[in-house]
């Protein structure tokens, strides 16, 4: 079983940057492909970036060159470099398995950017 605890968000004027966190129990974490999710008030959750257990990236067309997904296997920690944020990044974030577990959905972190 795979718990996911999400952290760092907050409030951040547009252009500004944050760094989210996962912090992942199991045994699996250092072999699976991760992501990071979010979904905004009123729209269906969005696949942001992924990061396979060997380090290889791919990112939502709409982030690409701003964000940065990158992972400590030892720590069992996924990370979100978040940089030049826009107010429609405003989110709660979420990071899951990729493809996600059903069951492994966490609370999530609110990302809000605005002025």
């Known amino acids: 079983q795979v718990q996911l605890v999400e952290s760092g968000g907050g409030l951040v004027q547009p252009g500004g940057s944050l760094r989210l966190s996962c912090a992942a129990s199991?045994?699996?974490?250092?072999?699976?492909?991760m992501g990071w999710y979010r979904q905004a008030p009123g729209k269906q959750r969005e696949l942001v970036a992924t990061?396979?257990?060997?380090?290889?990236?791919n990112y939502a067309n709409s982030v690409k060159g701003r964000f940065t997904i990158s992972r400590d296997n030892v720590k069992k920690t996924v990370y979100l470099q978040m940089n030049s944020l826009k107010p429609e990044d405003t989110a709660v974030y979420y990071c899951?398995?990729?493809?996600?577990?059903?069951?492994?959905w966490g609370q999530g972190t609110q990302v809000t950017v605005s002025s």
């Open positions: 899951n398995l990729y493809p996600p577990y059903t069951s492994a």
């Open positions: 199991g045994s699996i974490f250092s072999r699976n492909a």
């Open positions: 990061i396979t257990g060997g380090g290889s990236t």
